[in-house]
Structures are given as structure tokens and as C-alpha cells.
């Protein structure tokens, strides 16, 4: 059996700013995949902040996220929206724009889907 392990997100292994000083991702490295906390500030969304990193038309990565705080809409190509804040836990998958609303910083806690979000390359 392995032993027990423990990281902070106070240190994480890598951070990746979004663009424009709107948040920031902290990752910390774990065998299976990376678990990020993102910081979201207010006016940030997905399609104006992290787009020109990504390259795509919308997020292809999927999400499976706790809210800590702050709260987020998000959009799927298809038309499918959905609102998500505190004590939210939240599936998303590949597709969709996302944005803040109000002027709450949002903070999330994703345990897929950050491997490569908001990498540069």
C-alpha cells in the first residue's frame, strides 16, 4: 500500500496565468493526472481569456469541478447553459464557453480536465 501524501495548493508545482491578469491555474502533480485550482476574477470568460491559449473555438477539455466560491454560467455548443457556485460539483464535457458572474472571484477545484488547460506552448 502507498503511503499517504500531501500537497498544497499554497506551493503548487506549476501555475499558468490566463491572459490579461484575469486568474490563474495552480496545478499539483499526482500519479493518476494533475488537480488544478483556478482562480476566475470577475470579467473573465473562457472564449476572451483563454481561447487565444487554447487555439480552439471553444473548450475541448472536460471538467469535473468543485465550486469553493464565486459563481460561473456555462455554455455548451449546443446551447445547453447551466449556473454553478458554491458547494457545486460539476460535470462538464468537451464544448462549451464559460464566464463569471457578478463580481465574485470564483475558485474551483478540478480533478480532470487541467492537464492541459491553459498551456502554453
Not at 501524501?5 to 490579461?20: G, L, N, T
Not at 469553493?68 to 464544448?95: N, T
Not at 477545484?109 to 498551456?119: C, L, M, V
Amino acid at each position: 500500500m502507498a503511503g499517504m501524501i500531501q500537497r498544497s495548493f499554497d506551493s503548487p508545482e506549476e501555475v499558468r496565468p490566463f491572459e490579461e491578469g484575469s486568474g490563474q491555474l495552480e496545478l499539483i502533480n499526482l500519479d493518476g493526472a494533475p488537480v488544478g485550482r483556478a482562480t476566475f476574477q470577475p470579467g473573465w470568460q473562457w472564449s476572451k481569456h483563454v481561447k487565444p491559449i487554447a487555439g480552439t473555438d471553444s473548450c475541448q477539455a472536460a471538467h469535473m469541478g468543485y465550486f469553493i466560491s464565486g459563481r460561473m454560467k456555462i455554455a455548451m455548443d449546443d446551447g445547453e447553459e447551466a449556473e454553478f457556485g458554491p458547494g457545486d460539483l460539476m460535470v462538464c464535457p468537451p464544448g462549451h464557453d464559460a464566464w463569471i458572474v457578478g463580481d465574485e472571484t470564483c475558485v474551483v477545484i478540478d480533478w480532470q480536465g487541467f492537464s492541459d488547460y491553459a498551456k502554453r506552448s
